[in-house]
């Protein structure tokens, strides 16, 4: 199969056929086997029903619904899951993002075999306030911590090579952030699209103001993880070596200067040594103890279950 194209969405009621005949257009003028998975994560609207007509009319179109809200990056790890094109394609569903893409994002993934193209909003069409300044500051920071020159990391509109959604696990909220999950997990060939933006047609979004907040916490995580995530001991183990060392000398030079060189002088608690001393051991300590903790959680980490299906269509 050549194309995946995945959507995952939350009461997108309105848009859906739209999106689909679009989609099914541009596939069929161009040739391409193809398959389109919708992701219901629990939409109270009538999206579910609008995905199974859908595919009662073309059998290219599959689904999966979620038996509640789990969020856009569980969304997007289930139907990665599933897909089976040689392209994958992530969309949002609200036709802010345009099917007509799709054949430059294949060719950049096939013919010049990047293995993920972003799409870039150059020219944007949301609430300046709420989205293009706050975006602008957020992409900015990713770029610093990831080294990724991207623009616009949050695009919807994504193409990747199968492999590499077969390897990155996106969870929590990192579907932001697949680009440096992506390098992360070895696939270094990441370039960038510029792609047309649409105003929102049908209903409003879902993303607001606190998705910048919770994006910049979700940077500090992934920085670190990708940093001494499979290795905590190298960072707390070598912290808390340094300050029991620093301590240690500390107390050394204090033993040695009550035992010989100044027996009457100040009480050893009177002087600062003593607590620059106590402390450092201490804090020492719990980053070792941090740091091994951290490779015994790692050792004995399983796969946990982080959604429950309710429906699944062609799969
Ligand atoms: N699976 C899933 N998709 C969501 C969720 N919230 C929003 N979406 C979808 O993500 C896409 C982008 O959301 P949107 O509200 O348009 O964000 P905006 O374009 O940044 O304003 C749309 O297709 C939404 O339906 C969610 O909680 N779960
Ligand atoms: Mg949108």
Redesign the pocket.
Known sequence: MDISVV??????DESLNELHDWIAKVMQSNRYSYEILF?D?GSTDNSWKVIENLSEKNESVKGIRFQK????SQ?LNAGFKEVKGNVVITM???L?DSPDEIPELYDLIIKDGFDLISGWKKKRY?SKIR?NIPSKLFNAAARKTSGLKLHDF?C?LKAYKNEVVKNVDVNGEMHRYIPVLAKNAGFNNIGEKVVIHQA?KYGV???GIERFINGFLDLITIWFLSKFGKRPMHLFGLLGTIMMFIGFLFAFYLGIDKLFLNPEGRLITQRPQFYISLVTMMIGTQFFLAGFLGEIILRSKSDTKRYSISNKINL
């Open positions: 959507i995952p969405l939350l009461n997108e992701i994560d809200n789990y969020g856009k969304a949002d569903a609200d802010q949301d989205k949050n919807g929102r979004t879902k993303f």
